[in-house]
């Protein structure tokens, strides 16, 4: 028991490792943008955003972390996007009262949101529109993240990619109650929808 507990924790700890290596050069492209056009304000600000971005990935974490910390992380890149697309770049984001308190695995709603970009939004000409929502059901919290871009074709077969099998993965090594993932594509926009135990106390 002891030894498959510590190749779990070796494994998580390699699945949370794989997590953004696009962002990291999407954002340094969007920078290099900003310089090429002169909007050094805007550049200085990109840094500003980016480097607390990192600060917060190479700060040692636990297996769970606070939602409001999660939240502030993905806020620095949703900030270095909204930098890059301008009033293009819509954001709505709606936090249930009674589901904020949750605990969550790192990185995870940066992956969501990461993903709503490299596969929607980068590809959405005109006015993009990206919604966070976390709600509390029961025992449980729903965090989705929907996009209206032009999405694919695994998102139209219920079909995950790498970094969402990550995501559904580390929820799986993680949680001993039932958790779940799924991506599906409704009315013009795709949703990514994760489910997994309210966990205030930060344990599972």
Known sequence: MEMEKELHRVEYLQLSQ??????????????????????TKDLTHALEEFS?????KYTEKDALVAFEEELAYTSHYISIQQIR?????KVKIDIQEDARRTYMPPYMMQTLVENAFK???EKQPGEKYLQIGLEREGNWVILFVADNGPGSENAS?????V?????KRRLELIYDLHSELSINR?????ILTVKWPYTPEGKV
Do not use: C, D, W
Request: hydrophobic residues 45%; glycine residues 14%.
């Open 18 to 39: 794989q997590i953004q290596p696009h962002f990291l050069f999407n954002s340094l492209n969007a920078m290099l943008s900003l310089n090429r056009l002169g909007r």
């Open 52 to 56: 607390k971005f990192l600060r917060y």
């Open 85 to 89: 697309f301008g009033n293009r770049l």
């Open 119 to 121: 596969h929607g939004l």
């Open 157 to 161: 077969f219920g079909v995950l990619g």
């Open 163 to 167: 970094g969402l099998i990550n995501v």
């Open 186 to 190: 409704e009315a013009g926009s795709t």
